[in-house]
């Protein structure tokens, strides 16, 4: 019997497509539908309104406000017609956290200088299904990032999430607002992400002088593109010099890309995955020798430092499998110091 196990463990451990496991459990999405609401769908007023309890809901034609999730942990938001993009609709989460929210089909479009989708506490869980459009209209600042993360956030889902802002602005596109300094710890587990921040934000990480904790991202597939902003991790304005979670110096904690990922990442001033143009501090980058990566820098590096910045250590060939190939990327193309 207990041979027979061993057979079946092996099995699991090393039957792959392309280098991805497929027998072991942890190539899907780790949480998808574990606490997903049921039952029809409640239509919410045309205006400002408040969600008490867990459940579907669904936003009319017309709909404009805020949506306050002040109660229940299990919300689906849904749109009547996302072919039609809503304005100046705003998603804030419970001030406690531990939210569990779940987006399916928004089409969002705002033109205030607001967190379109704001966490608070930490704990907290996105689900994305479907295609969501959650985007800034362009604009000449914007200093809160398009969905910020509150204290911690984990972000998952079998569908898209594209985040646009093509004005002029500081924020982030999944992350923290400008001269915010929690540090929270940012984990996307699946999901296809495409993320466009024309100025200084991180795609995923930082606002203008702020600070982030881990960036952790086990797998999906991710189109990033920011101007002096890393596609993943620091912001392009920082203050001060780089030093390790110094006070207002925009710092980012442990960069990990997992085996699962597949990432396109492009800045012209800050790295692909790294540091911000300017001084920053990011302590760590980690990637799968298994992940799929396209970074690219016009003036920086590619994964590491920005046009200037600290990186604590790197380690771009973190073997987190048993599978004994070459690595689906070749590092002497995607990494190219200074």
């Not at 942990?73 to 998603?91: A, C, F, G, K, M």
């Not at 299904?129 to 998952?156: F, H, M, Q, S």
């Not at 495409?194 to 991180?202: K, Q």
Request: hydrophobic share 30%; with cysteine.
């Amino acid at each position: 019997f207990q041979q027979r196990i061993e057979e079946i463990d092996d099995i699991a451990n090393t039957t792959n497509y392309n280098r991805r496991l497929l027998l072991r459990g942890d190539y899907g999405d780790h949480y998808l539908y574990k606490n997903r609401p049921e039952g029809s769908s409640t239509v919410l007023s045309l205006s400002a309104t408040s969600i008490s309890s867990d459940g579907v809901y669904t936003l009319p034609v017309g709909f404009t406000g805020t949506v306050y999730v002040s109660g229940g942990q299990n919300i689906e938001l849904r749109q009547e017609d996302s072919s039609t993009p809503l304005h100046d609709v705003y998603i804030v989460g419970p001030s406690g956290g531990n939210a569990n929210i779940w987006l399916n089909g928004l089409n969002i479009e705002n033109g205030n200088d607001a967190s379109i989708i704001k966490f608070q506490g930490t704990d907290n869980h996105l689900t994305i299904l479907g295609t969501n459009n959650i985007n800034y209209l362009p604009r000449d600042d914007y200093n809160k990032a398009v969905i910020n993360v509150g204290g911690g956030l984990t972000i998952e889902g079998t569908g898209t999430l594209n985040v646009k802002n093509t004005g002029i602005q500081s924020c982030a596109g999944i992350g923290t607002n400008q001269d915010e300094y929690t540090s929270p710890d940012i984990t996307i587990n699946s999901g296809t992400y495409n993320i466009e921040i024309n100025n200084d934000g991180a795609a995923i990480g930082g606002s203008a002088k702020s600070t982030v904790g881990n960036i952790t991202i086990n797998g999906g597939t991710f189109y990033l593109k920011s101007h002096t902003g890393a596609g993943i991790g620091g912001t392009g304005v920082s203050f001060g010099d780089a030093t390790p979670y110094r006070a207002k110096v925009s710092d980012t904690g442990a960069i990990t890309i997992g085996k699962d990922a597949i990432i396109s990442a492009e800045s012209e001033w800050a790295a692909g995955i790294g540091t911000g143009c300017d001084h920053g501090y990011t302590q760590s980058i980690t990637v799968s020798r298994f992940a799929t990566i396209s970074a690219s820098s016009t003036h920086g590096e590619t994964i590491g430092r920005g046009v200037s910045g600290t990186v604590g250590s790197t380690n771009l060939a973190w073997d987190d499998s048993s599978i004994d190939e070459e690595p689906s990327w070749a590092l002497e193309k995607y990494y190219t110091p200074l």
